[in-house]
């Protein structure tokens, strides 16, 4: 039987650009400091660097048209494009010998095309030096745990923890978003739970990955993740399941609809397509979207969940998720008031029709991708499950225990599943478990 293996690695170079990018050496060179991408993490390394009188040189986004990024009153930080580091970064330098450019790469979800761009540069640019954050996060804390007791000028130089994607259930236990020390510590508590997964899932594959995201969570090592790929149209669909097989499939946090558009492309001979998306703008998108390419659809303004209701949301530009709140000072501008519903309770009421009776076993696909309140819905869904045994493909890295909760409870409702998981992203976003007959 193949055994789940964690390692234990460091990553010297991380510490070595640490000490650089802090200047606990005095280094001699010129350092000039940039940060590839701006975010919650370039913000906390600005921020933990500033009472050191210690600045940053520029924040390099393609994607701005931001000329600045304010940080105080006396202290504003250029925003350059990426082709500009260079002239930028050698600005009033007179001897090109002694400088140093370091750039942390903040960018979490599409890592290594981040790298490829930096180390392109490298070829004429031999002065720069970059690193992930993943890297100089892990560096940071175990430095300042290690100094906390000494009078060490940097000790308390910690960069802000990794963080998951679950506003929605930390809400309902009144918490803040969870962070990777949380999947360490939970990890530790509930180091059989996530063996006992591991050793259940269907192929080599599957194993292979599932062992790569560990340690790479545990260790902060992104050298876990250099054969890995942000795929998003191969997401959910895969050779292990027979997709020609599928008469019905429900897009459950159906976002803009591409997720529709792929499957009915990839099934032309579906009988319908459900989706469900609870943000009022994204879902007029969808549907003119879907309405206009597809037939035979069906579109929900809800959120599935565990109960009938309603619910707070709000959303951004890239992600929307549920407050599970009842202050009414939630009420506003930035938060709408959305219809919770079970899959169940569409069934029963026959919204939802699926009038084909050799449905069993892998007639029905179900996607879910609805930023941690997967578990919430699936628990709205217990019948609709045991009826259809669906195959079922759902994102498990919203929240810092998805690896063994959502296997879990899925086979709690419904033993006839082989297990499967893949990983869309080269970094920390896009794991997927599938669940097939």
Same mark, same amino acid.
């Given at each position: 039987?193949?055994?789940?293996?964690?390692?234990?690695t460091?990553?010297?170079?991380?510490?070595?650009?640490?000490?650089?990018?802090?200047?606990?050496?005095?280094?001699?060179?010129?350092i000039?400091?940039?940060?590839?991408?701006?975010?919650?993490?370039?913000k906390?390394?600005?921020?933990?660097?500033?009472?050191?009188?210690?600045?940053?040189?520029?924040?390099?986004?393609?994607?701005?048209?931001?000329?600045?990024?304010?940080?105080?009153?006396?202290?504003?930080?250029?925003?350059?494009?990426?082709?500009?580091?260079?002239?930028?970064?050698?600005?009033?330098?007179?001897?090109?010998?002694?400088?140093?450019?370091?750039?942390?790469?903040?960018?979490?979800?599409?890592?290594?095309k981040?790298?490829?761009?930096?180390?392109?540069?490298?070829?004429?640019?031999?002065?720069?030096?970059?690193?992930?954050?993943?890297?100089?996060?892990?560096?940071?804390?175990?430095?300042?745990?290690k100094?906390?007791?000494?009078n060490?000028?940097?000790?308390?130089?910690?960069?802000?923890?990794?963080?998951?994607?679950?506003?929605?259930?930390?809400?309902?236990?009144q918490?803040?978003?969870?962070?990777w020390e949380?999947?360490?510590?939970?990890?530790?508590?509930?180091?059989?739970?996530?063996?006992?997964?591991?050793?259940?899932?269907?192929?080599?594959?599957?194993?292979?990955?599932?062992?790569?995201?560990?340690?790479?969570?545990?260790?902060?090592?992104?050298?876990?993740m250099?054969?890995?790929?942000?795929?998003?149209?191969?997401?959910?669909?895969e050779?292990?399941?027979?997709?020609?097989?599928?008469?019905?499939?429900?897009?459950?946090?159906?976002?803009?609809g591409?997720?529709?558009?792929?499957?009915?492309?990839?099934?032309?001979?579906?009988?319908?397509?459900?989706?469900?998306?609870?943000e009022?703008?994204?879902?007029?998108i969808?549907?003119?979207?879907?309405?206009?390419?597809?037939?035979? +659809?069906?579109?929900?303004?809800?959120? /599935? *969940?565990?109960r009938? &209701?309603?619910?707070? =949301?709000c @959303?951004?530009? $890239?992600?929307?998720?549920?407050?599970d709140?009842?202050?009414?000072?939630?009420r506003?501008?930035d938060?709408d008031?959305?219809?919770?519903?079970k899959?169940?309770?569409?069934?029963?009421?026959?919204?939802?029709?699926?009038?084909?009776?050799?449905?069993?076993?892998g007639?029905?696909?179900?996607? +879910?991708?609805?930023?941690?309140?997967? /578990? *919430?819905?699936?628990? &709205?869904?217990?019948? =609709?499950? @045991?009826?259809? $045994?669906?195959?079922?493909?759902?994102?498990?890295y919203?929240?810092?225990?998805?690896?063994?909760?959502?296997?879990?409870m899925?086979?709690?409702?419904?033993?006839?599943?082989?297990?499967?998981?893949?990983?869309?992203?080269s970094g920390?976003?896009?794991?997927?478990?599938?669940?097939v007959?």
């Open positions: 039987m193949n055994a789940l293996k964690v390692y234990s460091e990553n010297l170079h991380a510490l070595d650009f640490f000490v650089d990018f802090i200047n606990l050496d005095s280094n001699p060179k010129i000039k400091r940039y940060i590839f991408g701006h975010n919650q993490y370039s906390s390394i600005i921020n933990s660097l500033v009472s050191y009188d210690i600045r940053i040189d520029g924040i390099i986004d393609d994607f701005t048209d931001n000329k600045y990024y304010q940080v105080a009153h006396n202290y504003k930080i250029p925003i350059i494009k990426l082709v500009d580091l260079c002239s930028h970064s050698c600005n009033n330098i007179d001897n090109i010998d002694l400088l140093s450019v370091k750039v942390v790469v903040v960018v979490t979800s599409q890592t290594k981040a790298f490829q761009k930096l180390q392109a540069l490298q070829v004429n640019f031999n002065f720069l030096d970059f690193i992930d954050y993943f890297a100089i996060q892990r560096v940071s804390r175990e430095f300042s745990q100094n906390c007791k000494n060490t000028k940097f000790k308390d130089v910690t960069f802000l923890e990794l963080e998951f994607f679950d506003s929605f259930k930390q809400s309902q236990v918490k803040d978003v969870s962070t949380d999947f360490r510590s939970d990890y530790k508590e509930n180091k059989v739970r996530y063996e006992k997964i591991f050793e259940i899932l269907a192929d080599m594959e599957s194993m292979s990955q599932f062992e790569k995201i560990i340690n790479f969570r545990l260790n902060q090592d992104y050298s876990f250099k054969n890995f790929d942000y795929r998003p149209s191969e997401q959910y669909f050779d292990f399941y027979n997709i020609a097989n599928i008469k019905y499939f429900f897009d459950i946090g159906a976002y803009r591409e997720t529709s558009l792929e499957f009915a492309k990839r099934c032309e001979s579906y009988k319908k397509i459900y989706y469900f998306e609870p009022r703008q994204n879902f007029i969808a549907q003119n979207i879907l309405e206009n390419n597809l037939s035979n +659809i069906q579109g929900f303004n809800i959120a /599935l *969940s565990d009938d &209701g309603e619910v707070f =949301f @959303s951004d530009t $890239t992600s929307s998720h549920m407050i709140n009842s202050n009414e000072t939630l506003g501008d938060h008031v959305v219809t919770l519903q899959l169940d309770t569409l069934m029963r009421n026959r919204q939802i029709l699926l009038d084909d009776t050799s449905l069993n076993r007639g029905v696909f179900v996607k +879910i991708d609805i930023e941690s309140a997967e /578990l *919430s819905a699936l628990y &709205g869904m217990e019948e =609709f499950i @045991s009826t259809y $045994t669906p195959v079922i493909a759902i994102c498990v919203h929240s810092f225990d998805d690896l063994w909760k959502i296997p879990e899925l086979l709690s409702i419904n033993k006839q599943y082989k297990i499967y998981f893949r990983h869309y992203s920390l976003t896009e794991s997927v478990m599938f669940f007959p």
